[in-house]
């Protein structure tokens, strides 16, 4: 499977509102219909905050291709995004265990206690000493990834490292990932720009920006 991999744009983010602060009708369903993580944000969801969500736009079925001899399937970066929405895998991680690793049962018993979960949180084998951790939210997904390793406990005691690391749909058990969680600080930046397309804008300059 290729996927087409597409530079960040402004267009993914919903339009802001006018000076008066009202939001023209068109704009704000137009908006909706981009991948954002506000489709989760409804009750369905919140009562069941794994549950594969089913108001993103679907994917279309694709038919392959040969190349070279060989058939492939392609679908752009945004329908992955989307794909990852739909299935609920934005915040989730994935967890390497390097000299054995717990039963899966203390895994899921211990690991939110360790590591400091407070939502829901699913834990199932991925493949060869990896894990993967569905955490419901963000905040869990960023507290998790704030430290480079866990020792989580047997029900013996015996403690196991565990190194998270970021999941997306180009992760690979085989390859050392090299994603990292980063803290981007904007030293003395007025609450007028903490908007969200402002602040990514900057922070995908890669070097210091003042305003």
């Known amino acids: 499977m290729e996927v087409e991999r597409n530079p960040l744009s402004i267009s993914q983010f919903p339009p802001l509102p006018s000076k008066d602060g009202a ?3 068109n704009s704000l369903e137009a908006s909706c219909t981009e991948v954002n993580f506000s489709h989760l944000l409804n009750s369905k969801n919140l009562n069941n905050p794994l549950t594969p969500t089913t108001n993103i736009e679907s994917i279309t079925m694709r ?7 060989v058939p492939v399937i392609q679908w752009s970066e945004s ?3 989307r ?7 934005q915040y989730d991680a994935v967890g390497k265990f390097f000299n054995g690793w717990p039963e899966l049962e203390d895994l899921r018993k211990n690991i939110p206690k360790q590591c400091g979960i407070m939502g829901a949180c ?3 084998v991925l493949l060869n000493k990896h894990i993967l951790i569905r955490c419901a939210l963000q905040e869990d997904l960023v507290n998790l990834m704030s430290k480079s390793a866990y020792y989580i406990n047997n029900k013996e005691g015996i403690s196991f490292l565990m190194r998270p690391l970021i999941y997306d749909s180009f992760f690979r058990v085989d390859k050392e990932t090299s994603q990292a969680m980063a803290w981007i600080s904007f030293s003395n930046l007025l609450p007028t720009f903490f908007v969200k397309e402002l602040l990514f804008s900057l922070a995908s300059t890669g070097k210091a920006t003042s305003t």
């Open 122 to 124: 699913r834990i199932r």
């Open 79 to 81: 329908e992955v995004q």
């Open 63 to 69: 038919t392959s291709q040969y190349v070279n001899g």
């Open 23 to 25: 939001m023209d009708k």
């Open 83 to 89: 794909m990852d929405v739909i299935e609920i895998l």
